[in-house]
């Protein structure tokens, strides 16, 4: 079972920055991908960024504004969110994809942006 835990949501004012990191625990599985999405109030899960096999997609409503990394030493994925907007506003998730195992996500963290 891999388990995955979220951190670094919080309230910021608009044009704030905020970096969200997801532990992946255990990492010996491997790994696909790993991907940040995001759901917010009436809303569908949307992706937000991705690294698959490496190579790196964004939403077109980040707009050059956030950067996901994967920093495979401290077996955490990180989301860089610069000049945050209140549409911004949502719960963020953290996704993995493993060989072996399946996919998983985080329970979520929430990411407020005040006007």
């Known amino acids: 079972q891999v388990q995955l835990v979220e951190s670094g949501g919080g309230l910021v004012q608009a044009g704030g920055s905020l970096i969200l990191s997801c532990l992946i625990t255990?990492?010996?599985?491997?790994?696909?991908?790993v991907a940040w999405y995001r759901q917010g109030a009436g809303h569908h899960r949307g992706m937000v960024a991705l690294i698959n096999d490496g190579r790196i997609e964004y939403a077109d409503f980040v707009a050059g504004r956030f950067t996901i990394s994967l920093d495979n030493t401290k077996n955490t994925v990180f989301l860089q969110m610069n000049d945050l907007k209140p549409t911004d506003t949502a719960v963020y998730y953290c996704?993995?994809?493993?060989?072996?195992?399946?996919?998983?996500w985080g329970q979520g963290t929430q990411v407020t942006v005040s006007s």
């Open positions: 255990p990492n010996r599985f491997g790994i696909n991908a």
């Open positions: 996704y993995v994809d493993t060989p072996q195992r399946g996919s998983f």
